[in-house]
């Protein structure tokens, strides 16, 4: 059994990744600085419900070995998505305890602990919009307004994000 798990694990991996056919994307400017993930730090998780999560982190965290610099994480969950389909997520939507997004902000020096950023849900800036659909493959943008505990403000603008459903 010990001698089958990983054998299943690296199956697996190989037939995520055998299906890929445009390498994902994802960029936004986050208070000023750019944030960035590639195609392997984004994945998308669609359910026939038309929820989903999209999960991304700073391009290179997937990397062995991990890198040196800080590692940034946007996550966005939501309803109305549908393969195939454009659509478009305003703040009257991310206002319902259904969406959310969230965003983690990495320390810089070590020993100091992450930033969690939640979205600030009365904000009507609030945008998430795939404005290309073809196939398994979906194009878009977004823009969200957020908030830590403390109250601190945080803008991650300017979004744009390439990324496909690679589930088999």
């Known amino acids: 059994m010990r001698t089958i798990l990983p054998c299943l694990t690296l199956l697996s991996l190989l037939c995520i990744g055998a299906g890929a056919k445009e390498p994902q994307s994802l960029s936004a400017t986050v208070d000023g600085d750019r944030f960035a993930g590639d195609d392997h730090t984004i994945l998308l998780v669609p359910l026939p ?22 590692v940034d994480r946007l996550s966005i969950m939501c309803q109305g998505y549908v393969p195939g389909k454009a659509m478009k997520l305003g703040s009257k939507e991310f206002a319902t305890s259904g969406c959310n997004a969230t965003f983690t902000k990495a320390a810089a020096e070590a020993g100091k602990e992450a930033e969690e950023y939640s979205l600030d849900k009365r904000n009507p800036d609030t945008l998430f919009e795939v404005t290309a659909a073809h196939g398994k493959v979906s194009e878009g943008r977004f823009e969200f307004h957020m908030k830590n505990k403390a109250g601190k403000a945080l803008v991650v603008s300017g979004g744009a994000f390439v990324i496909e ?3 088999l």
């Open 165 to 167: 459903d690679r589930q």
């Open 49 to 70: 419900s038309g929820e989903f999560s999209l999960q991304a982190a700073t391009a290179g965290a997937a990397s062995y070995p991990p890198p040196k610099t800080p």
